[in-house]
């Protein structure tokens, strides 16, 4: 399976990590710096496999701003990542953020109840899906 996709999926985003510890809620509207804990990457037919950020050159921690519209990060390899928010959806308990780039579509659903974090996207062979946190900057 190519890795390149998803690194031009998650050099936004979006994908994060750190649970928001001892707070009651997250405030979305406030700058968010997520932490990616887990990344899965799945092919048709086969097995998902679990990757650390380093194996895939995704970044470890990203800060999400829903008021500029921008999901940013720094890979391993020190390669700068910025990526747009193209569609925000907020509910009572949730944040779903959409994306696409060049190669990949994207959407991040965070809850605001604990903080947790998943980050789907997927090309035309292959999906890709990363566990994390965020919390208020």
Not at 54 to 76: H, M, Y
Not at 99 to 108: R, S
Not at 115 to 130: C, F, H, N, W
Request: negative net charge; proline residues 5%.
């Amino acid at each position: 399976m190519s890795r390149s996709p998803l690194l031009a999926l998650l050099a936004l985003p979006f994908a994060a990590a750190m649970s928001p510890l001892g707070a009651a809620s997250l405030d979305a509207k406030q700058p968010l710096i997520c932490a990616t804990l887990e990344i899965q990457t799945c092919d048709p037919g086969l097995n998902c496999e679990r990757h650390t950020v380093e194996e895939i050159d995704i970044p470890q921690f990203l800060q999400v701003s829903l008021a500029d519209k921008q999901i940013r990060g720094t890979r391993p390899s020190g390669e700068a990542v910025d990526a747009a928010i193209e569609l925000t959806k907020e509910t009572e308990q949730r944040v779903y953020l959409q994306g696409v780039t060049a190669k990949l579509g994207w959407t991040v659903n965070i809850s605001t109840v604990t903080g947790k974090m998943t980050l789907v996207a997927a090309d035309e062979t292959s999906g890709y899906v990363a566990f994390g946190a965020c919390t208020s900057r």
